[in-house]
């Protein structure tokens, strides 16, 4: 009898990480992982701004060319305006109404 592909795969990447069906003893967290673990909670959380997270991701700056400004041409949150999307699993357009909720220097 022949194995699916998914199931052969499974069993390898299960072997390669170590994992056994027998029953093994589970050991209490270290004192370290606790450390650890407090550390990162009390650690403040940037928030999520793509242009200054870019240079940690890639080791660069991004390309000046892609940052938007002066292209809200006045906008204000709660502008409305019409467009047309793509709905590419229907393989169809349609127009719908879009309102700016935030405003940004990068987007």
Same mark, same amino acid.
């Given at each position: 009898?022949?194995?699916?592909?998914?199931?052969?795969?499974?069993?390898?990447?299960?072997?390669?990480?170590?994992?056994?069906?027998?029953?093994?003893?589970?050991?209490?967290?270290?004192?370290?992982?606790?450390?650890?673990?407090?550390?990162?909670?009390?650690?403040?959380?940037? !928030?999520?701004?793509?242009?200054?997270? /870019?240079? %940690? +991701?890639? &080791?660069?700056?991004?390309?000046?060319?892609?940052? *938007?400004?002066?292209?809200?041409?006045?906008?204000?949150?709660?502008?409305?305006?019409?467009?047309?999307? !793509?709905?590419?699993?229907?393989?169809? /357009?349609? %127009? +719908?109404? &879009?309102?700016?909720?935030?405003?940004?220097?990068? *987007?």
């Amino acid at each position: 009898m022949k194995l699916p592909v998914v199931a052969v795969v499974v069993v390898a990447l299960l072997n390669l990480s170590g994992f056994s069906a027998r029953a093994s003893t589970v050991t209490a967290p270290s004192a370290q992982a606790y450390q650890t673990l407090e550390q990162v909670q009390v650690t403040p959380h940037p !928030a999520r701004d793509l242009y200054q997270l /870019y240079p %940690r +991701t890639h &080791g660069r700056s991004p390309d000046p060319g892609l940052r *938007a400004v002066g292209t809200t041409k006045g906008w204000a949150v709660g502008t409305t305006q019409q467009f047309w999307v !793509a709905d590419q699993i229907e393989k169809s /357009y349609h %127009r +719908t109404t &879009g309102t700016l909720r935030y405003i940004s220097g990068y *987007a």
